[in-house]
Each structure stands twice: as C-alpha cells, then as structure tokens.
C-alpha cells in the first residue's frame, strides 16, 4: 500500500517531496526583521530533518506589521540579502522553501511570548501604534489599535505585493498569507473587531475586500508557475463572530483569485474564544473546506502521531498535514515517520550511518 504522507504533491509546477509541511513559527531572534543565524539552524535543522516544505515564520510586510521587535520582516533589501542563505540551504537538502507574510494589526508591538508578552506601549523606544480596521482592542492589556484610513489600507495590500516580489527574490518559492489568528485580516474578517461603516465593513463581501484584495495583488507579481496558500482561522469559536461558513465562502473567493492551499487553523480573534483542544482538532476545518470549496488543504494543529498523521491523508480530509510543536520537539520527525510507516527514503549523506535497517 502506498504511504500517503510521502507521496510528493504538486502545488503549480513546484514538487514537493512529500506532504509534512513544517508550520510557521515565530521565532523571536531577528535583529531589525532581519534572520539570523538562530533561523539558518532552526529551518535549516527541519529541511535536514526531511519534511517537503519549510515554512518561515509570520514575517511582517512593514515594521509596524510585526508582533514583536524581534520578529522577521520582508519589507527591505537588507531582508532579502539575509533570507537568501537560507533559502538556498533548505533547498539544498531537497526541501521546498516557503514564507508566510504577515500583518499582526491589533496584536502588534509586543514583547516575545517567553517574555511575558505584554504590550509595548507606542512611547517606548522599541514600540509602536498598532493599526487595525477598528479602534478595538483584542483584550484589556493590549493597545487601542488605530483605525486605518482607506488610503493606509491600500498601501498595505501594496506592501504584501512589495514583499511578494521581495521573497520571490530571496528564492522562496511558495509563499502562504496569514489570515489568521486574530492579525489584521482576520480583524477585517470578523464583525467582532471590524466595525467600520465603509467598503471595507459592513458585509462579508466588504469585511472580506482587504484580504481579497490583498490576495489578488499578491497573486498578480507570483508567476504563474508557483503557488499561493493562505492561512485563515476556520471559525474564531465567538457566538456572532467568524465561523466555518463564512470562511468557507471566503475560500471559494480565494480559489478563483488563484489560491491553491488553504491552510486551516482557527481562533485567536477574541479572549472570549471556546476552544477545546485534541488531537487533530481542526482537522474537521480543513475536510469541510476541502468538500465544499474543492481546494487543496493544510491540516493543522496537535498532529503529532505518524499514523494519525497519515490516516488524515488517507481518508482525504487533507492534502498536506503542518507540524508545529512535534518538530520542534524532534526535527527527525519526518525521516523516522518513514521508517514507522516502511517507505524508504533518502536520510542526508553525513547521517546514513544513523538510518535504522
Ligand atoms: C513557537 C510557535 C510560534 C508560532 N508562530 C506562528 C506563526 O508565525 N504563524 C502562524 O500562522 N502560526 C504560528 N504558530 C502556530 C503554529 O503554526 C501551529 O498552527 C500551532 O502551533 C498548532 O500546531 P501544533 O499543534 O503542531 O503545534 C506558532 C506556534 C508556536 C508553537
């Protein structure tokens, strides 16, 4: 029987080797936006570990798009000279390199989550204004964030062009939009945090303009060989809020601007959320949005088991499966996964002699 978590899939013209994607995490340790050498080992550690795609973390399309002082940005040359090593490296071991591009709107300016992360207030040195389609805070110890003007709004669907081209020219080769989680365009998303009374609220159609119109100016500098994924929060689990039919409309819009993946996570818009927690949790996200719009899936979220994993593939609720934590955990995850699973594959030449009969 074949082994579906190694099958290489097809995004486009781009093959990657096999459906464990690496999940973007935000790792805290850029100087400036710029990577460093913690990013070379920590994506580099995962591409040597097996998985077909390497995601980078949230990297913000300007400063002020970052969550953190010390997050990764893409909004200058500087950015691209840095990630361009890196690229190259996780290409090198045969892995497909991708980046996910971020607004964090209304959670911006804050310190790292090992920190604390509490706010920055915008009169500290190394904070800012937070903006964000509504003058609403998230929760009580976050900033009022400003409300974006229409002419701001169209200057950051510009910014995620810019930084497609710019990480296009780094060399990445799929590039993921963050939707999700409660940043800027899942704040214009829900009518819990979107309140304006323009084009850009209101409606689905008009709460869904920014991240459409985002989506298409990005889709217009890729070419047309190479893919676009997004990632949205599936439902935000608030009575009245964001939920799964709504995305489910949002991804049949994003189908036909020309979005091959939706990566389907959830929550993060409201401290209000009821979330439960198991095992595959928002897998049933990333099946409905699969059925119903007839796109390809990422599942996400407490995948940490090889069959668990494979069975999601098997039963077709998925195309790819991400992993965040477990390779965290065990970047070998993929290449011992094989093994467990009987599929022979290719262990990096300086490891061979660690590779299990
Ligand atoms: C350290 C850390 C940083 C994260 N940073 C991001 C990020 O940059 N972008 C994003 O979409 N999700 C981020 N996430 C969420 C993960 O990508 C993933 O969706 C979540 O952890 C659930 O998957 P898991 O159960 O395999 O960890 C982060 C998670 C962790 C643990």
């Not at 840095?82 to 607004?103: C, D, M, N, Y």
Request: hydrophobic residues 40%; aromatic residues 8%.
């Amino acid at each position: 029987m074949s082994v579906k978590l190694f099958e290489p899939i097809k995004l486009r013209d781009v093959e990657v080797k096999n459906r464990i994607f690496v999940s973007p995490m935000c790792q805290y340790s850029a100087v400036d936006g710029v990577p460093t050498d913690w990013h070379m080992v920590h994506l580099g550690t995962r591409a040597v570990g097996g998985a077909g795609l390497v995601m980078a973390e949230a990297s913000g399309v300007v400063p002020a798009g970052r969550i953190s002082p010390s997050c990764t940005g893409i909004w200058g040359d500087q950015h691209v000279d840095a990630w361009r090593p890196i690229v190259e490296f996780i290409k090198g071991q045969g892995a497909t390199a991708s980046i996910q591009l971020a607004h964090a709107g209304r959670k911006a300016s804050h310190v790292p989550s090992w920190e604390g992360g509490a706010l920055i207030p915008e009169d500290e040195p190394t904070g800012w204004k937070p903006f964000a389609p509504s003058d609403l805070p998230f929760d009580e110890d976050y900033a009022i964030p400003q409300a974006l003007t229409v002419d701001e709004i169209h200057h950051l669907t510009d910014a995620f062009g810019a930084a497609a081209e710019r990480s296009l020219a780094a060399g990445f080769e799929v590039i993921e939009l963050h939707f999700a989680h409660g940043y800027l365009a899942h704040e214009f998303l829900s009518p819990i945090s979107n309140r304006r009374e323009d084009e850009y609220g209101g409606s689905l159609e008009n709460r869904a303009r920014f991240a459409l119109e985002t989506t298409a100016k990005v889709r217009e500098v890729i070419p047309d060989h190479l893919p676009l994924l997004v990632r949205i929060s599936a439902s935000e689990y608030v009575h009245g809020g964001w939920d799964l039919e709504q995305s489910i409309q949002l991804c049949k819009w994003l189908k036909d601007i020309g979005v091959d993946m939706i990566d389907a996570s959830s929550g993060g818009n409201s401290p209000a959320q009821i979330m439960e927690l198991y095992p595959g949790y928002q897998v049933p996200f990333a099946a409905a949005i699969r059925e119903k719009v007839g796109i390809a899936t990422g599942a996400v979220g407490l995948i940490t088991e090889v069959r668990q994993a494979e069975q999601i593939l098997a039963d077709g609720e998925a195309d790819v499966v991400l992993l965040a934590r477990e390779l965290l955990r065990n970047p070998y995850w993929p290449l011992t996964a094989a093994h467990e699973l009987g599929h022979d594959i290719k262990w990096p030449l300086q490891y061979t002699r660690a590779k299990p009969e």
